[in-house]
């Protein structure tokens, strides 16, 4: 059973970056072929794809976020993490992150295993 785990801080100021880290246990992030995504949904809005990183290492990111995001991963601690820089209040959401066969994707069934979401609220 493939458990995913985020954390990071929970009120994070404008202007500053954000930075999430999810936890994978009971499967390697580095097992063909898999897209660990994050995605988020702001309050009273669905759910928005930010980007994700491949088995392989590939790292892909959502147009309209790739200028503030980076995506990394530490194989070693099978992990995977999102910078977000320059966050507004705009960036409040709940931040998931998930595993699927594709990335890109904001429909639920497109994944197989989600974490249970972190909180982030960006305020002064």
């Known amino acids: 059973q493939v458990q995913l785990q985020e954390s990071g801080p929970g009120l994070v100021k404008p202007s500053q970056t954000l930075s999430l880290t999810c936890t994978v246990s009971?499967?390697?992030?580095?097992?063909?072929?898999?897209?660990w995504s994050w995605i988020r949904q702001p309050p009273g809005k669905g759910l928005e794809w930010m980007g994700a990183v491949a088995s392989s290492g590939t790292i892909y990111y959502s147009p309209s976020l790739k200028s503030r995001s980076s995506i990394s991963r530490d194989t070693s601690k099978n992990q995977f993490t999102l910078q977000l820089s320059s966050v507004t209040p705009e960036d409040t959401a709940v931040y998931y992150c998930?595993?699927?066969?594709?990335?890109?994707?904001?429909?639920?069934?497109?994944?197989?295993?989600w974490g249970q979401g972190t909180q982030v609220t960006i305020s002064s």
């Open positions: 009971g499967g390697s992030i580095t097992t063909y072929i898999y897209y």
């Open positions: 998930a595993r699927g066969r594709r990335f890109g994707s904001t429909s639920k069934d497109d994944y197989d295993y």
